[in-house]
């Protein structure tokens, strides 16, 4: 199973990201959860102590790069390896947690920010490395944009997963990034309700979402709250009604 979890930032897909991980672990499951958010909070979200580990993107690791890229002196002038070698990358960067690989790769760099070439390079040939010939569960944390991933990744990808909260901006968001997973070849396109308090609200952002496969919601907690206030994964103190509801997500998307 390959799954890209994407959305508006802010609206709880960290969270899903790693309650979906964990649970998968849990389970029995190999997987692999794969931070590609600027906003890198996966690691905390799955459990993972900072204090004991260094989270360094693939994107920010230079030495990595010239060696992967054969770039060197010439960072920046446009001469690297098209095909760099990057199945060696997970075992050497990933940390383990509660049966989880955790790996942080870093965002894609967009125009306006200089030329960052060999690390945009590196970076989408690792992440369709993952999406197409991992034999892990990979769960991919994403932005709302999808430029890690290429028409190439996205026919590696199972599911691409839309976390939407109530509000026509996160709506309009999710309907912005249906369009751009269609555009790269992805078919199974399913939405996930955030932060809801009600069905109305349920209801709302089930009558908007055209295109997209309504397959669950996660109702507004004070357990996320409590978790991210004691620095812990929701998923260890998450009651049995959350879990079921994650189970249940799982289910509808296989």
């Known amino acids: 199973m390959k799954i890209a979890i994407s959305g508006k930032g802010g609206v709880g897909k960290t969270t899903l990201s790693a309650l979906m991980a964990r649970r998968l672990a849990a389970q029995g499951y190999q997987v692999l959860a794969v931070d590609a958010d600027a906003d890198a909070n996966l690691a905390t ?28 002196e010439n960072v920046g002038q446009g001469l690297y390896v098209l095909n760099p070698t990057v199945s060696d990358i997970p075992d050497r960067f990933a940390i383990e947690h509660e049966g989880v690989r955790f790996l942080a790769v870093g965002t894609v760099k967009t125009g ?11 970076i989408k040939r690792l992440i369709n ?40 901006r ?9 369009d751009m997973a269609r555009d790269i070849g992805v078919k199974s396109i399913y939405g996930v309700a955030s932060k ?47 879990l079921v509801r994650i189970d249940s997500i799982l289910k509808n998307i296989d």
């Open 45 to 72: 979200a799955l459990g993972i102590d900072l204090k004991e580990h260094e989270i360094r993107p693939i994107a920010q690791l230079e030495e990595l790069i010239e060696e992967k890229m054969g770039t060197g």
């Open 112 to 122: 306006g920010e200089g030329c960052y070439c060999a690390e945009n390079k590196l």
């Open 129 to 168: 490395h993952l999406m197409v010939k991992s034999d892990e569960a990979v769960i991919i944390d994403m932005e709302a944009g999808l430029e890690h991933l290429s028409r190439g990744t996205g026919k590696g990808v199972d599911t691409f997963i839309v976390v939407v909260e109530p509000g026509m």
């Open 170 to 178: 996160s709506i309009q968001t999710a309907k912005n990034v249906r």
């Open 196 to 242: 809801v308090r009600n069905d109305r609200e349920i209801k709302i952002i089930k009558d908007n979402l055209e295109g997209i496969e309504f397959v669950g919601a996660i109702p507004y907690s004070d357990q996320v709250i409590e978790a991210d206030l004691r620095g812990v994964s929701l998923f260890d103190i998450a009651d049995e009604a959350l």
